[in-house]
């Protein structure tokens, strides 16, 4: 009887055994699925504050091809507001992406925000208040950050220039994003 009943405690055990293993690996199964999903989800969903694609158009879509020629010019002066009114795409380079529409600003667009702060600010100091003089010293500090970014190591000419000897990187050409791609882009996206 008691040798019977052992054998049964052994098989009921190994019963339990395996179904708790099977049990188990359903377990993680069901959480790898649910972790993919909710990875999926976030991406798509763009509502996680750290969870979105990083550019507006992928790198690998935006080849650094472009050349710009530094030519001297009279349009975008500091003074001309209407000219610098028309760097910016209708939405002033914001953005909603996502099902939830979730809102961007494109880094070229903030940028040329900041600097048409500065140029602002250069006009005509009177206009500034405290939260204007704040808002210049961000972008003053936004441009220069974004300049070590770009980190252009284009060689630029010393030469004899009016004022003396100098640089005025005149005439240089500069390989560049195509950044007619990007008012594209925005026009798609903003409509
Ligand atoms: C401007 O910045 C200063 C220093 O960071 C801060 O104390 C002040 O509250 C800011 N003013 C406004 C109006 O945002």
Not at 45 to 55: D, G
Not at 109 to 134: G, P, T
Request: glycine share 6%; proline share 4%; hydrophobic share 35%.
């Amino acid at each position: 009887m008691m040798e019977r009943r052992r054998e049964t405690y052994a098989s009921v055990g190994a019963a339990v055994l395996l179904a708790g293993a099977i049990l188990l690996n359903i377990c993680f199964i069901l959480v790898a699925m649910h972790n993919q999903g909710g990875k999926q989800l976030h991406l798509n969903s763009y509502t996680t504050e750290s969870v979105f694609p990083n550019s507006l158009i992928p790198y690998d879509e935006h080849p650094y091809d472009a050349q710009l020629t530094i030519e001297e010019t009279l349009h975008y002066g500091p003074t001309n507001d209407e000219e610098w009114l028309t760097l910016f795409p209708k939405g002033g380079g914001y953005v909603r992406l996502g099902p939830d529409r979730r809102l961007f600003r494109v880094t070229m667009f903030h940028q040329l925000y900041c600097l048409n702060i500065i140029r602002k600010a250069i006009v005509d100091a009177s206009w500034i208040n405290e939260e204007d003089r704040n808002t210049t010293t961000f972008c003053f500090n936004y441009v220069h950050q974004l300049s070590l970014c770009a980190a252009s190591t284009r060689l630029e000419p010393v030469k004899q220039l009016t004022s003396g000897i100098g640089v005025n990187g005149l005439g240089m050409e500069h390989t560049c994003r195509d950044w007619s791609l990007v008012y594209t882009s925005l026009e798609q996206h903003v409509k």
